[in-house]
């Protein structure tokens, strides 16, 4: 069975290249506008891996890494960022909220896919 993937941006132009990018790689992807929606989205289905920008209206990444997190059934759940952020305080800060990975925008497709299945498979 395929796993399922939450893809959380508030660019629909990157969210289309993620869910061309692995959904071509055999993934099922769930979009999600920005936090509060990923958010909700978690809350009434499983996903094997949640992927999310930083910086976004309603409810930023690190914040919805935190209220994951929060939630038993996404404590193990792995969950990588996708930004352009890249200093090093914000990726300790995405470590302390819970996150297992980072990739800076603008990404190469290949190495996305890359880095999910090394993730989950």
């Known amino acids: ?8 941006d508030d660019s629909g132009s990157l969210r289309q290249m993620v ?3 692995l959904k071509a790689a055999g993934y099922l992807v769930t979009e999600a506008v920005d936090g509060q929606d990923g958010l909700d989205k978690a809350r009434t289905q499983a996903f094997d891996l949640v992927l999310t920008d930083q910086n976004m209206p309603r409810m930023d990444g690190l914040t919805l890494i935190r209220s994951l997190r929060a939630l038993p059934s996404y404590q193990r759940v ?3 960022m996708l930004t352009t952020e890249a200093s090093d305080e914000m990726k300790a800060k995405g470590r302390a909220a819970g996150a297992n990975g980072w990739l800076v925008k603008p990404f190469d497709p290949q190495r996305l896919t890359e880095v999910v299945k090394k993730v989950i498979g």
């Open 1 to 8: 069975m395929a796993k399922s993937i939450l893809a959380v």
């Open 19 to 21: 869910v061309f990018s």
């Open 78 to 80: 792995p969950i990588l």
